[in-house]
Nanobody, 125 residues
């Protein structure tokens, strides 16, 4: 079973940047190049929100309107890693961020097959 591991979260000032990374745990025996990868987030008391998604070959990407122009998703299949570069962060971006894997359309629809454990992003002065 694919095991996803997120990293890169933390505390940042408004206007700052963070880069999240999603990798496949070596123990799972799977590589990310088999899957579209998405990023989701969930803040306390709010519903989970799809943030961004990238197809297997990186030819297609999706961004939620709230992050378009500020976040960039990319992947390095040689490094078995998908990144989410987050710039101009706002307090409303505060949430736990999860990466997820599956078919592209399913991930965009919020129905991936696999989920990571999440990494916390806090934007505060």
């Amino acid at each position: 079973q694919l095991q996803l591991v997120e990293s890169g979260g933390g505390l940042v000032l408004p206007g700052g940047s963070l880069r999240l990374a999603c990798t496949a745990a070596a123990a799972s025996g799977f590589t990310l190049d088999l899957y579209a990868i998405g990023w989701f987030r969930q803040a306390p008391g709010k519903e989970r929100e799809g943030v961004s998604c990238i197809s297997r070959g990186a030819s297609d990407t999706y961004y939620a309107g709230s992050v378009k122009g500020r976040f960039t998703i990319s992947r390095d299949n040689a490094k078995n890693t998908v990144y989410l570069q987050m710039n101009n962060l706002k307090p409303e971006d505060t949430a736990k961020y999860y990466c997820a894997a599956g078919l592209y359309r399913a991930v965009v629809a919020g129905q991936p097959n696999y989920w990571g454990q999440g990494t916390q992003v806090t934007v505060s002065s």
